[in-house]
């Protein structure tokens, strides 16, 4: 008889225990799976806004090779920020694009092309102190951004070889 309690004992706990496992893998599965960040992902809180930069902050193109004005459009990767808020009243917010370092072999911003949301591609030397887009986003609503950035073809010349586009965003409130 006392064989037969701990017998049952251990059953039980060995059941639960195989439940417990299986509950806990399906639901970190399911996290993963669906989960809204990619690898890249960079979260960004303050008092207002939440900015996700879903491709990371970074632009660092050292392999790439120019594109023309056509050519970025369709073809230049996709970097893409959402700018939520979570507060009621509406916010004000500007997108500003920098170097990421200081450094002789980036390449520079005349010679460099950006389009946001599809837009004609502007040179990067246009925007005033890099700032490349002014946005407001309503109270509990979020505003995304698809970027593209590349190197322009039609500006390079053969003192530019070897130099890269190796930049950063920001999220600024105004």
């Known amino acids: ?14 059941i639960t225990s195989t ?4 509950i806990l893998t399906v639901a970190s599965s399911y996290a993963f799976t669906h989960s809204d960040f990619s690898n890249d992902a960079v979260v960004f809180n303050n008092d207002k806004l939440k900015v996700l930069y879903e491709n990371g902050q970074v632009i660092d193109q050292k392999s790439s090779y120019p594109m023309s004005f056509q050519q970025g459009i369709e073809e230049a990767p996709l970097s893409t920020i959402k700018v939520i808020n979570n507060k009621k009243a509406a916010s004000n917010f500007y997108l500003k ?5 200081e450094n002789s072999n980036n ?12 837009e004609a591609p502007l040179l990067l030397s246009t925007a005033s102190d890099g700032i490349v887009y002014y946005g407001k986003v309503n109270g509990d609503e979020e505003v995304i951004l698809s970027i593209r950035v590349w190197a322009s073809a039609e500006h390079i010349t053969n003192n530019d070889q070897g130099k890269s586009v190796n930049l950063k965003y920001e999220i600024l409130e105004k």
Do not use: P, T
Not at 2 to 13: A, C, Y
Not at 97 to 101: G, Q
Not at 107 to 118: A, E, P, Q, T, V
């Open 1 to 14: 008889m006392n064989m037969n309690k701990l017998f049952k004992k251990r059953l039980f706990f060995f």
């Open 19 to 22: 439940v417990f496992i299986l």
């Open 97 to 101: 694009i920098s170097d990421k370092e």
């Open 107 to 118: 390449l520079g911003f005349d010679k460099i092309y950006y389009s946001i949301n599809g």
